[in-house]
């Protein structure tokens, strides 16, 4: 089994994510996050928007609607630039990015034989279509969103009329965006549906200015992966060459993870120049311009753009984080990812004052001391049940024994030394809020 393998064996084995509509044969490039991927999501997301939002004085945050006006699309130039080059080959149809040569390889091996010939290159649109209104046949065509940035340009007016920011600020959004990929694939690498965190900056307009900005958030976010563990060796940035950024970019870096299926990207910085806001301000007839407080002049902010996708970043932890050892399958986790911060198990399931005494403990630490969430597991012997939390990343797992009864202590079992201690019940808040820091 191949790494990737393994990971999406674990993952749908354990609850973390499922093929989508999978009982009716799935649907391509698709994914549903199961009990324990939702809150390796959500614990992403939010380290997100703590370092992003909270931290700072200078981002606040949006959340605007998938469904916008068409006319948005065409004044961002995605209806008409957001395309792939596509290549069909003339006996069977199919057909497949231009760009992705190794997978032009691979289909023409499945003609027995006969080499395909392939069509020039045409390009195809990434923007989903629906349909919206109730009246038959006057529906009204809209896109999903390509990109989850316009609903943030398009408020940039609101943004500054309703609160106190001033330049150089950002606006921060999560939330999911919808391309119609033509070789989705690599498990949820290339999704049809996915999501994305992002941080739009504006600044003067000023080269030098747009230049430190930029510098700035391209340390920033390497610093946020690195901060909740991902290994050193495995990332790298990587500049975009002239062709090949997109349309709206002045210039364009991608952070990269060395995965088992090569090095990919999983965020983009770019400098997004003027183009939105000026596009915005051609197409809508607002005007987009920031006036400067001190000399009252006028001008359309740069943006630096930082966009990840929470999913691409979902999936690279878990690769990052999986350790075969000796008698065991590890996901090393950041504690703050973990998708449960602590277990809690009673020694023995058939002694009632152990269940008891542990369903107390579990009460205490996920209700009073707030370490959420807390598994539970009482089934199989105490080894069995550390490794099955292993294997999801639990950090701690705390035992109710029969000493407990007797001096209201517990022991905590170290996911990754596999070490036990012995701590006194009431110490534990005190504990648990330096491991998780929160
Ligand atoms: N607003 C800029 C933007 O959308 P992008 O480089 O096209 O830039 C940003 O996308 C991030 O979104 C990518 O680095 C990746 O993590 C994620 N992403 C893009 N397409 C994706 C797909 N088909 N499946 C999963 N994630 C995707």
Known sequence: MTLLEKIVALSKRRGFIFPGSEIYGGLGGTWDYGPLGVELKNNIKREFWKSMVYERADVVGVDAAILMNPKVWEASGHVE???????????????????????????????????????????????????????????????LRGEITQGVHVNFKNVLDSTRVQIPFGIAQIGKAFRNEITPGNFTFRSREFEQM???????????????????????????????????????????????????????????????????EFEGIHNRGDWDLSQHQKHSGVDMTYTDQESASKFLPYIIETSGGVDRAALFFLIDAYYEEK?????KLHPRLAPFKVAVFPLLPNKPELVKKAREVYSLLSTDYGVQPVAWDDRG??????????????????????????????????????????????????????????
């Open 198 to 264: 992002e941080l739009q900056f504006y600044v003067k307009p000023e080269k030098g200015e747009s230049q430190k900005w930029y510098e700035y958030w391209k340390n920033e976010r390497m610093k946020w992966y690195l901060s909740l563990g991902m290994d050193k060796k495995k990332l790298r940035f990587r500049q975009h060459e002239e062709g090949e950024r997109a349309h709206y970019a002045k210039d364009a870096w991608d952070i990269e993870y060395d995965s088992p299926f090569g090095w990919k």
């Open 81 to 143: 630039a957001f395309a792939d080059p596509l290549v069909e080959c003339k006996i069977c149809h199919e057909r497949l990015r231009a760009d992705q040569i190794e997978e032009i390889q691979k289909h023409e091996s499945t003609h027995k034989g006969k080499k395909p010939e392939w069509t020039e290159p045409r390009k195809f649109n990434l923007l989903v279509e629906a349909r919206l209104g109730v009246v038959e046949d006057k529906k009204d065509k809209v896109y």
């Open 327 to 331: 008698d065991r399958v590890v996901l």
């Open 381 to 438: 012997n105490i080894g069995k049940r550390y490794f099955a939390q292993d294997e999801i990343g639990t950090p701690y797992c705390v035992t109710v024994d029969f000493q407990t009864l007797d001096d209201d202590t517990v022991t905590i079992r170290d996911r990754d030394t596999m070490k036990q201690e012995r701590f006194k019940i009431e110490n534990l808040e005190k504990y648990f809020k330096k491991k998780f820091n929160h």
